[in-house]
């Protein structure tokens, strides 16, 4: 996620800090840019110091993950250029936001751009604020591109991961938080590029920990879920910040106006969030 200071402007100390606690909670690798990081918030040169910043906290101690979603496709490849040249070891590629376009039009796109990249790219499905990339053209694009080697499905359906399995594609990545336990236990995913992480890693990893030992994920996942029903009820990514601020990790600012009844949800929530987090034993980060 990404924060803004007083100014309004990208706050990297916040985003350092975050990244700190999520590495140090044992992910993988983070993801930047992406819809829960409000990536069409913000303007290229943002997004270029986002990567940096992102890059160098890392440093070296896991992947690193850069969506290139953008309106126009000169801008999705000049923002995975540069994501390449500062450290990204895979893309996020979702098709052009806003404007809709037939399934031709999105194959076309995901031609050219991962011609441009000398580097991996994940397609990024996110209907909910893109235009869809449909299963069968999910299966023909990593099929036939080299370096489209997988896949972040955030739509909530488990057909493209399902598809991408039998083609034995070597990224099957969950998206959305509330079918990571599902899609696990069928064996359609291999990994997960979760929101919720960014600011409960300990409870994502929960799932993740039962999942490696053959446990039950019934209990790991209920608490996921609770998280996930609250995330709902609000924009993206909301929520999320009401908990970042919480936990220490960041601003709970909005790209849009707050109206009289959600400012009442927000404070409602805030509520929630100390019980909740009580209940389960997570504590203030900062």
Known sequence: MTSTDRNG????????HSIEFVVAAGVDGICVNGATGEYCRWGTKDRKTITETAHSTLNGR??????????????????????????????????PHYFRYSVEDIAEFYRQVAEALDGEILIYNLPVFTNPVETALTAQLVSEIPNVVGMKDSSGSLDALTALRKQGAEVRWMGNDGKIAEALKLGLANGAISGVAGVFPEVVGRLFEAHRNGADLTEADSA?????????????????????????????DYASAVSTERRSELADLRDWYESWAEKHSLLTVA
């Open 9 to 16: 402007a990208v706050d990297l100390s916040s985003l350092s």
């Open 224 to 252: 996921l879920q609770e998280i996930v029903n609250r995330i709902n009820q609000l924009p993206t990514p909301w929520a999320l910040k009401v908990f970042a601020a919480s936990r220490g990790l960041g601003s709970s």
């Open 62 to 95: 896991g992947l690193l993950l850069v969506g290139i979603g953008a309106v126009t496709i000169d801008e999705s490849i000049e923002l995975g250029r540069h994501a390449l040249d500062h450290g990204a070891d895979k893309l996020l590629l979702p098709p």
